[in-house]
């Protein structure tokens, strides 16, 4: 599903925390749009599973569809919960931890 062409996609409505599922001990991605503007993926990290501290050279946003998840940005913890969301500043270290079974939409902005 991902759109990497320029072609008008089809409108259709979707449930974005159902098109990723959880897998025990692992994060799970799905890119639903890969475009040279940017990207979005959307992520099912199952509980206790993280993503050590890196730095990206775009903006990111992360929108959390279920679960909690501590995200860590330039050394400062946010809690986030389903519903919440937060922008990772380019070239700011992050790191995410799912703090129980959690799922994410993450838009990277690249122009």
């Known amino acids: 599903m991902a759109r990497k062409d320029n072609a008008a996609a089809k409108p259709e409505v979707a449930d974005l925390a159902g098109m990723v599922e959880y897998q025990a001990g692992s994060i799970v991605s799905r890119t639903l749009i890969d ?29 959390v569809l279920d679960g909690q998840a501590e995200i ?16 990772m500043p380019a070239n700011q270290p992050h790191a995410v931890k799912a703090l ?11 122009a």
């Open 100 to 110: 129980s079974g959690f799922k994410m939409m993450l838009v990277m902005v690249r």
């Open 72 to 87: 860590r940005i330039a050394g400062a913890p946010f809690t986030l919960s389903a519903g919440q969301m937060i922008v």
């Open 35 to 63: 475009k040279k503007a940017g990207t979005v993926t959307l992520f099912a990290f199952d509980a206790g599973q993280a993503l050590s501290e890196h730095t990206a050279p775009y903006d990111a946003m992360v929108c």
